[in-house]
Protein backbone atom coordinates (compact mmCIF):
# COMPACT_ATOMS: atom_id res chain seq x y z
CA UNK A 1 0.00 0.00 0.00
CA UNK A 2 1.69 3.21 -1.36
CA UNK A 3 2.16 5.36 2.15
CA UNK A 4 0.53 8.98 2.70
CA UNK A 5 1.56 11.57 4.66
CA UNK A 6 -0.89 11.68 8.24
CA UNK A 7 -2.27 8.22 6.70
CA UNK A 8 -6.24 7.74 7.75
CA UNK A 9 -5.61 4.25 6.70
CA UNK A 10 -2.64 3.07 8.52
CA UNK A 11 -2.91 6.06 11.72
CA UNK A 12 0.77 7.56 11.36
CA UNK A 13 0.06 9.56 14.30
CA UNK A 14 -0.04 5.98 16.29
CA UNK A 15 1.67 6.99 19.61
CA UNK A 16 1.75 10.58 18.69
CA UNK A 17 0.45 12.01 22.53
CA UNK A 18 -0.95 15.29 21.64
CA UNK A 19 0.43 16.64 24.58
CA UNK A 20 2.67 19.59 24.51
CA UNK A 21 4.69 20.75 27.81
CA UNK A 22 6.46 23.78 29.12
CA UNK A 23 8.50 23.02 32.00
CA UNK A 24 9.38 26.89 31.45
CA UNK A 25 5.79 28.08 31.77
CA UNK A 26 4.95 25.07 34.03
CA UNK A 27 1.99 24.53 31.37
CA UNK A 28 0.54 21.76 29.47
CA UNK A 29 -1.62 21.77 26.28
CA UNK A 30 -4.00 18.92 25.44
CA UNK A 31 -3.52 19.68 21.22
CA UNK A 32 -6.71 18.50 19.63
CA UNK A 33 -6.94 17.93 15.65
CA UNK A 34 -8.75 20.43 13.51
CA UNK A 35 -9.48 22.69 17.02
CA UNK A 36 -6.53 25.54 15.76
CA UNK A 37 -3.77 23.38 16.61
CA UNK A 38 -1.78 23.94 13.67
CA UNK A 39 -1.87 27.72 14.35
CA UNK A 40 -1.15 26.68 17.79
CA UNK A 41 2.02 24.46 17.01
CA UNK A 42 3.39 27.18 14.45
CA UNK A 43 3.65 29.80 16.79
CA UNK A 44 4.93 27.46 19.20
CA UNK A 45 7.75 26.65 16.42
CA UNK A 46 8.28 30.83 15.75
CA UNK A 47 8.18 31.21 19.84
CA UNK A 48 11.10 28.62 21.42
CA UNK A 49 11.44 31.00 24.16
CA UNK A 50 8.31 29.25 25.37
CA UNK A 51 9.67 25.81 25.37
CA UNK A 52 6.90 23.87 24.72
CA UNK A 53 7.68 20.47 23.38
CA UNK A 54 5.70 17.45 22.52
CA UNK A 55 5.58 14.94 24.72
CA UNK A 56 6.49 10.82 23.80
CA UNK A 57 4.10 7.65 24.72
CA UNK A 58 2.00 9.22 27.24
CA UNK A 59 -1.74 9.63 28.14
CA UNK A 60 -4.00 12.31 29.26
CA UNK A 61 -4.71 11.25 32.33
CA UNK A 62 -0.71 10.05 33.66
CA UNK A 63 0.67 14.12 32.03
CA UNK A 64 -2.58 14.93 34.38
CA UNK A 65 -1.17 13.50 37.69
CA UNK A 66 2.76 13.94 37.03
CA UNK A 67 2.07 17.77 36.90
CA UNK A 68 -0.87 18.64 39.11
CA UNK A 69 0.96 22.43 39.62
CA UNK A 70 0.86 22.96 36.18
CA UNK A 71 -1.57 24.97 34.02
CA UNK A 72 -3.31 23.01 31.54
CA UNK A 73 -5.01 23.83 28.85
CA UNK A 74 -7.26 23.07 25.54
CA UNK A 75 -8.62 24.46 22.60
CA UNK A 76 -11.93 23.11 21.29
CA UNK A 77 -14.29 23.39 17.68
CA UNK A 78 -18.03 23.54 17.86
CA UNK A 79 -18.56 19.97 16.96
CA UNK A 80 -20.89 20.97 13.70
CA UNK A 81 -18.18 23.53 12.15
CA UNK A 82 -15.49 20.80 13.05
CA UNK A 83 -17.44 18.43 10.80
CA UNK A 84 -17.73 20.78 7.64
CA UNK A 85 -14.15 21.60 8.26
CA UNK A 86 -13.21 17.76 8.03
CA UNK A 87 -15.04 17.49 4.90
CA UNK A 88 -13.32 19.95 3.23
CA UNK A 89 -9.95 18.82 3.85
CA UNK A 90 -10.57 15.04 3.08
CA UNK A 91 -12.55 16.05 -0.44
CA UNK A 92 -10.35 19.54 -1.15
CA UNK A 93 -6.84 18.95 0.05
CA UNK A 94 -4.59 17.67 -2.90
CA UNK A 95 -2.60 14.58 -1.13
CA UNK A 96 -5.92 13.67 0.97
CA UNK A 97 -7.79 12.79 -1.98
CA UNK A 98 -6.51 9.68 -2.60
CA UNK A 99 -6.49 8.66 1.00
CA UNK A 100 -10.15 9.33 1.07
CA UNK A 101 -11.05 7.57 -2.37
CA UNK A 102 -9.22 4.35 -0.72
CA UNK A 103 -10.93 5.05 2.58
CA UNK A 104 -14.45 5.42 1.68
CA UNK A 105 -13.99 3.32 -1.27
CA UNK A 106 -15.17 5.69 -3.78
CA UNK A 107 -15.02 5.81 -8.00
CA UNK A 108 -14.30 9.55 -7.78
CA UNK A 109 -13.67 12.00 -5.67
CA UNK A 110 -17.01 13.17 -7.60
CA UNK A 111 -18.86 10.74 -5.57
CA UNK A 112 -17.75 12.13 -1.86
CA UNK A 113 -20.76 14.28 -0.43
CA UNK A 114 -21.58 15.71 2.49
CA UNK A 115 -23.99 13.28 3.57
CA UNK A 116 -21.79 10.44 2.24
CA UNK A 117 -19.00 11.49 4.74
CA UNK A 118 -22.09 11.57 7.41
CA UNK A 119 -22.34 8.19 6.73
CA UNK A 120 -19.05 6.86 6.45
CA UNK A 121 -17.11 8.82 8.94
CA UNK A 122 -18.50 7.08 12.35
CA UNK A 123 -16.85 3.70 10.76
CA UNK A 124 -14.07 5.37 9.80
CA UNK A 125 -12.37 6.52 12.60
CA UNK A 126 -9.66 8.81 12.45
CA UNK A 127 -7.81 11.58 15.30
CA UNK A 128 -8.77 14.64 13.00
CA UNK A 129 -12.91 13.86 14.22
CA UNK A 130 -12.59 11.90 16.82
CA UNK A 131 -14.42 13.45 19.92
CA UNK A 132 -12.66 16.56 21.52
CA UNK A 133 -12.87 15.14 25.30
CA UNK A 134 -11.18 11.63 24.15
CA UNK A 135 -7.89 13.99 24.21
CA UNK A 136 -8.10 15.14 27.75
CA UNK A 137 -8.01 13.53 31.35
CA UNK A 138 -10.82 12.38 32.76
CA UNK A 139 -10.14 15.33 35.31
CA UNK A 140 -11.43 19.03 34.73
CA UNK A 141 -8.46 20.85 33.73
CA UNK A 142 -7.94 24.63 34.29
CA UNK A 143 -9.01 26.22 31.08
CA UNK A 144 -11.20 25.03 28.53
CA UNK A 145 -10.89 27.57 24.87
CA UNK A 146 -12.96 27.38 21.98
CA UNK A 147 -11.29 28.15 18.22
CA UNK A 148 -14.44 30.71 17.42
CA UNK A 149 -12.62 32.82 19.97
CA UNK A 150 -9.41 31.50 20.14
CA UNK A 151 -7.33 35.15 20.37
CA UNK A 152 -9.30 36.09 23.29
CA UNK A 153 -8.69 32.76 24.88
CA UNK A 154 -4.53 33.23 24.57
CA UNK A 155 -4.88 36.83 26.40
CA UNK A 156 -6.13 34.47 28.95
CA UNK A 157 -3.96 31.55 28.94
CA UNK A 158 -0.78 33.96 28.64
CA UNK A 159 -2.20 36.47 31.58
CA UNK A 160 -2.41 32.84 33.24
CA UNK A 161 1.14 31.72 32.65
CA UNK A 162 3.04 34.94 33.18
CA UNK A 163 3.49 35.67 29.48
CA UNK A 164 4.31 39.43 28.19
CA UNK A 165 5.03 39.54 24.89
CA UNK A 166 2.26 40.88 22.30
CA UNK A 167 3.09 37.33 20.17
CA UNK A 168 -0.44 36.24 18.73
CA UNK A 169 -1.52 33.06 16.92
CA UNK A 170 -0.97 33.01 13.34
CA UNK A 171 -3.88 33.62 11.10
CA UNK A 172 -5.06 30.37 9.29
CA UNK A 173 -4.84 31.89 5.84
CA UNK A 174 -0.81 31.98 6.17
CA UNK A 175 -0.32 29.14 7.83
CA UNK A 176 2.50 26.91 6.56
CA UNK A 177 3.51 23.11 6.58
CA UNK A 178 0.21 21.01 6.98
CA UNK A 179 -1.99 24.15 7.85
CA UNK A 180 -5.60 23.88 5.38
CA UNK A 181 -7.93 26.39 5.82
CA UNK A 182 -10.75 24.87 4.48
CA UNK A 183 -12.75 28.09 3.42
CA UNK A 184 -16.74 26.64 3.99
CA UNK A 185 -17.31 29.20 5.29
CA UNK A 186 -21.07 29.55 6.81
CA UNK A 187 -21.71 25.92 8.49
CA UNK A 188 -25.11 26.07 9.04
CA UNK A 189 -25.61 25.72 5.07
CA UNK A 190 -24.77 21.67 5.10
CA UNK A 191 -27.56 20.76 7.38
CA UNK A 192 -30.61 20.06 7.93
CA UNK A 193 -32.27 18.55 11.37
CA UNK A 194 -31.68 15.19 10.97
CA UNK A 195 -27.59 16.21 10.33
CA UNK A 196 -27.87 18.48 13.16
CA UNK A 197 -29.26 16.03 15.72
CA UNK A 198 -26.72 13.29 14.04
CA UNK A 199 -23.78 15.55 15.09
CA UNK A 200 -25.00 16.54 18.15
CA UNK A 201 -25.94 12.96 19.52
CA UNK A 202 -22.16 11.35 18.28
CA UNK A 203 -20.84 14.41 20.14
CA UNK A 204 -22.85 15.17 22.91
CA UNK A 205 -19.67 15.23 25.77
CA UNK A 206 -17.84 17.93 23.51
CA UNK A 207 -21.13 20.02 23.48
CA UNK A 208 -21.89 19.74 26.93
CA UNK A 209 -17.56 20.46 28.24
CA UNK A 210 -17.51 23.35 25.91
CA UNK A 211 -20.71 24.42 25.86
CA UNK A 212 -21.46 24.54 22.41
CA UNK A 213 -25.22 25.39 20.04
CA UNK A 214 -25.45 24.80 16.74
CA UNK A 215 -25.53 28.04 14.97
CA UNK A 216 -24.52 30.07 17.67
CA UNK A 217 -22.79 33.32 17.08
CA UNK A 218 -19.01 34.42 18.35
CA UNK A 219 -19.08 34.16 22.28
CA UNK A 220 -18.51 37.92 24.28
CA UNK A 221 -16.05 36.99 27.00
Known amino acids: MKKWRCDVIKQCCEGYSFIWKSDKLKAIWYEIPRCGSTAMKTMFRETPEYEFKLLDNVDADSVYDQY ?14 RVVSNYNLYRNMDYRV ?4 ELFKLNSIEDFTFEFFLEGFQKNVNHHWEQCYKYLPTKDIDYYGRLDIIDDNWLDIKDKLGITDDRKIPNPKNRGYFGFNSGHGDYTKFYNDETIQLISDIYSKDIELFDFEFNEQKRVL
Open 68 to 81: PDYFKFTIGRNPWD
Open 98 to 101: PQTI
